[in-house]
């Protein structure tokens, strides 16, 4: 399936009411408040469900609008919303990276690899996520190194270990409830001396309320930056899409203890509320590297403003 089609189809659940509230008017129903309380359900946030409502009201849409109509308006609303939140970071990360004719620009022992490091509570996809972004970029011929630094749990280094095989990439790992931080440097040295031009970090699951856990996060940036403070390093935070608005307070957390560059929306397909991605990016400002619409490993899309706002409202 291609990418539209996907996404599309994965947030039906979150269309499938703004729909019904715009063909609802033909009822009799009124069509901003339909649709203000459908992107309320959608979990768009109420300030921004009730300034889009407002501007339905203002459009006055006549009669013979047909509902596609309706929908796209809708969808440009929402993007030109979302659209300073346009990040491209994967799309510059996809140009191959010896694309250059310059022979000399090989990786050296000097040269800094690109972190990725991966973050986020329990379960919500961090581990899936990291395998995906691996393969979408493994097509541009990096040359990635997976490292296993959930070092609580032996299935969690069976897991990333499985991707690392399936991929077929480098993979690192310590024995059980080794330090973290301890892997983290050591396989960053062995990536430069091997030539990976990517590290991707797997963290363990973090209850947001977990001191001790946030505590080691901070060391792993640490330990990243005394190997050279100008290592390019980009925290992602992972978020779990059926968590809805909730995931606000994960976001409080991790955002002012440990830093983020960037958000994942992982399983959008398994939600109707696909409209948090909105009032996220809204309230924190912060921009959205990509979306997961399913399980696959293919199942994770560069997040695309228009794209995203139109699988929104079904369009
Ligand atoms: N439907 C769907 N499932 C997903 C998506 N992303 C991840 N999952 C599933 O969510 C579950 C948890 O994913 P993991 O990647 O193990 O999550 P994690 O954050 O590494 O979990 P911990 O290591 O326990 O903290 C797995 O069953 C994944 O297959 C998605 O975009 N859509
Ligand atoms: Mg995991």
Known sequence: ??????????????????????????????????????????????????????????????????????????????ALLLAPYQSNFFQQLSIPPHSTTDNTQHLSSTTNPHIMLMIGVNGNGKTTTLAKI????????????????????????????????YISCDFSCAPDGADAAGLVFQSIKNAKSNGNDLVLIDTAGRLQNRDDLLAELEKIKKVIKKIDAAIPLTTILILDGITGQAA??????????IGVDGIIVTKLDGTAKGGAIVSLVQKYK??????????????????????????????
């Open 1 to 78: 399936m291609e990418f539209f089609a996907k996404i599309k189809s994965a947030l039906k659940k979150t269309s499938n009411h703004i729909a019904l509230s715009i063909s609802g008017r033909r009822a009799g129903h009124d069509l901003a408040q339909g649709i203000e309380e459908a992107l309320i359900m959608a979990d768009v946030g109420v300030a921004v469900a009730a300034e889009l409502s407002r501007k339905v009201t203002e459009e006055k849409f006549s009669r013979d609008t047909t509902d596609e109509d309706i929908k796209l308006f809708l969808a440009n609303e929402i």
């Open 134 to 165: 691996t393969h979408m970029l493994k097509q541009s011929h990096h040359r990635p190194l997976l490292v296993a630094a959930d070092t609580f749990r032996a299935a969690a280094v069976d897991q990333l270990r499985y991707w690392a095989n």
């Open 248 to 257: 606000h307070g994960q976001v409080d957390v991790f955002l002012n203890k």
């Open 286 to 315: 912060i921009p959205v590297f990509a979306i997961g619409v399913g399980e696959g490993i293919d199942d994770l899309k560069p997040f695309n403003v228009l794209e995203y706002a139109r699988s929104l409202v079904g369009h």
